[in-house]
């Protein structure tokens, strides 16, 4: 009465990540807890397991004594017990019997199985778990399977594993159906009530730079290195990259012949706008390469305020800026330096005021619109027309020219102060 533990568990059809061996063992473990529960101990069991057909026996084995001198029937058994069993027994000689699966009864078998499914959940459970720990900073590509309110569920095409995309790790302008195919990095991995939650993400920087490896061959083979990455997901990133062989181009060879390489990651991004420029450790040549599609005229920096004072020709500002003020953030940030831009010819004066001390005067989200382009001084502000002032903010004319009445007023009677 051999049990094919395939066709009676059928929940083990299931289990892809567990291997077989491993299967196995987690099934002695739990039949020699059941052998303890029946006969106290299972010192004297063997438990064969057949891995080709999925069989699995049990054999008990005790020392053959005398009749009326058993001492422990745990493990000793009369010779007339013996014979019944196999009838050329003799006394000394030890004793095999089978022990069949009905034996421990059908509740203690219920409990065994449902005890051995438990067990092989948990190890794929945690073997999934170490699997995608390893895997962070991988990007997979996979199936959307789920549309939640707050994320995606995706199967990973190569291991069918669940996966998460938190809306908040999408980049704007994402979309995706059921059955969309979609890339992303692996993020995280976590464990919540003891199961493996791995999440992905669209808008981490990483991502941007595993698209690049894939799609630059220099950047895997480490003749190019990415330097540095900043990032609005689906609005515009820059990139620094440095060659390691002269004759390589680091730029050209990430843009690719008339931009066949980067216009894959733009369309995987959703048309982000990707600056890809030359690092130097000059600084003035890294802000102005930054800036780009600007054209900078002269730079100033300042580095006890860790400030850069850019001067652009009236039509460069604009590029310089650019939209809602993003051009010149991700500058800032990919060189460590904050950025004030000014009209070429415009003399800079030592006294400036920062937007943040005309709370009292000017409204609050007034000055935060004024950031939001780039603009955090009084002289930042100045430096450009009301006209670009008006088209590149929500401000109506009339409260600009009311805010550059106040940053004016302000400055004059700070210059006077100083010339007394």
Same mark, same amino acid.
């Given at each position: 009465?051999s049990?094919n533990?395939?066709?009676s568990f059928?929940?083990?059809?299931s289990?892809?990540?567990?291997?077989?061996p491993?299967?196995?063992?987690?099934?002695?473990?739990?039949?020699?807890t059941?052998?303890?529960?029946?006969?106290?101990?299972?010192?004297?069991?063997d438990?064969i397991?057949n891995a080709?057909?999925?069989?699995?026996?049990?054999w008990?084995k005790?020392?053959?004594?005398?009749?009326?001198?058993?001492?422990?029937?745990?493990f000793?058994?009369?010779?007339?017990?013996?014979l019944?069993?196999?009838?050329d027994y003799?006394?000394?000689e030890?004793c095999?019997?089978r022990v069949?699966?009905m034996?421990?009864g059908?509740?203690?078998?219920m409990?065994?199985?449902?005890?051995?499914?438990?067990?092989?959940l948990?190890?794929?459970?945690?073997?999934?778990?170490?699997m995608?720990?390893d895997?962070?900073g991988?990007v997979?590509r996979?199936?959307?399977?789920?549309?939640?309110?707050?994320?995606l569920v995706?199967?990973?095409?190569?291991?069918?594993v669940?996966?998460l995309?938190?809306?908040?790790?999408? +980049?704007?302008?994402d979309y995706?159906? /059921? #059955?969309?195919?979609?890339?992303a &990095?692996i !993020?995280k991995?976590?464990?919540? =009530?003891?199961?493996p939650?791995?999440?992905l993400?669209?808008?981490?920087?990483?991502?941007l730079?595993?698209?690049l490896?894939?799609?630059?061959?220099?950047?895997e083979?480490g003749?190019i290195t990415?330097?540095r990455?900043?990032?609005?997901?689906?609005?515009?990133?820059?990139?620094?990259?440095?060659?390691?062989?002269?004759?390589?181009?680091? +730029?050209g060879?990430?843009?690719?012949? /008339? #931009?066949s390489?980067?216009?894959? &990651?733009? !369309?995987?991004?959703r048309?982000? =706008?990707?600056?890809?420029?030359?690092?130097?450790?000059?600084?003035?040549?890294?802000?102005?390469?930054s800036?780009t599609?600007?054209?900078?005229s002269?730079i100033d920096?300042?580095?006890?305020?860790?400030?850069?004072?850019?001067f652009?020709?009236?039509?460069?500002?604009?590029k310089?800026?650019?939209?809602?003020?993003i051009?010149?953030?991700?500058?800032?940030?990919?060189?460590g330096?904050?950025?004030?831009?000014y009209?070429?010819?415009?003399e800079?004066?030592?006294?400036?005021?920062?937007?943040n001390?005309?709370?009292d005067?000017?409204e609050?989200w007034?000055?935060?619109e004024?950031?939001?382009i780039?603009?955090?001084?009084?002289?930042s502000?100045?430096?450009?027309h009301?006209?670009?002032l008006?088209?590149?903010t929500?401000?109506?004319?009339?409260t600009i020219?009311e805010?550059?009445k106040i940053?004016?007023?302000?400055l004059?009677?700070?210059?006077?102060d100083?010339?007394?």
């Amino acid at each position: 009465m051999s049990i094919n533990l395939i066709d009676s568990f059928k929940e083990f059809k299931s289990i892809k990540s567990i291997d077989f061996p491993t299967m196995i063992k987690v099934l002695e473990d739990v039949f020699r807890t059941l052998i303890r529960k029946k006969y106290s101990s299972d010192e004297n069991f063997d438990i064969i397991v057949n891995a080709n057909e999925g069989d699995l026996e049990i054999w008990r084995k005790r020392e053959i004594v005398p009749d009326g001198e058993v001492e422990d029937d745990r493990f000793q058994i009369t010779i007339t017990e013996a014979l019944e069993i196999e009838n050329d027994y003799e006394i000394g000689e030890e004793c095999y019997q089978r022990v069949h699966i009905m034996d421990f009864g059908r509740r203690a078998i219920m409990a065994a199985r449902q005890t051995l499914i438990s067990r092989i959940l948990e190890l794929e459970k945690d073997k999934v778990f170490k699997m995608y720990e390893d895997c962070v900073g991988d990007v997979i590509r996979g199936e959307v399977y789920q549309i939640l309110k707050r994320e995606l569920v995706v199967l990973d095409d190569e291991t069918g594993v669940e996966l998460l995309l938190p809306k908040s790790e999408m +980049v704007r302008g994402d979309y995706f159906r /059921k #059955g969309d195919t979609l890339k992303a &990095i692996i !993020r995280k991995v976590d464990m919540r =009530n003891s199961n493996p939650v791995i999440l992905l993400s669209r808008t981490d920087n990483a991502f941007l730079e595993k698209l690049l490896e894939q799609e630059v061959p220099e950047i895997e083979d480490g003749l190019i290195t990415v330097k540095r990455i900043v990032r609005v997901p689906g609005e515009r990133a820059k990139v620094a990259v440095e060659s390691y062989d002269d004759r390589i181009d680091p +730029v050209g060879a990430c843009v690719g012949m /008339k #931009g066949s390489r980067i216009y894959g &990651i733009v !369309r995987e991004l959703r048309n982000e =706008n990707i600056d890809i420029i030359n690092f130097t450790n000059n600084e003035s040549l890294l802000i102005q390469r930054s800036l780009t599609p600007a054209k900078i005229s002269s730079i100033d920096i300042d580095h006890s305020k860790n400030r850069a004072s850019v001067f652009l020709k009236p039509e460069e500002i604009s590029k310089a800026i650019g939209k809602k003020g993003i051009n010149i953030k991700l500058a800032s940030k990919l060189t460590g330096f904050t950025i004030d831009v000014y009209r070429e010819g415009f003399e800079e004066s030592d006294f400036d005021v920062e937007l943040n001390e005309f709370k009292d005067e000017i409204e609050e989200w007034i000055i935060d619109e004024l950031k939001s382009i780039g603009c955090d001084t009084a002289r930042s502000v100045l430096a450009l027309h009301k006209d670009e002032l008006e088209r590149r903010t929500d401000l109506e004319a009339e409260t600009i020219n009311e805010v550059l009445k106040i940053l004016s007023a302000e400055l004059e009677e700070g210059n006077e102060d100083e010339e007394e």
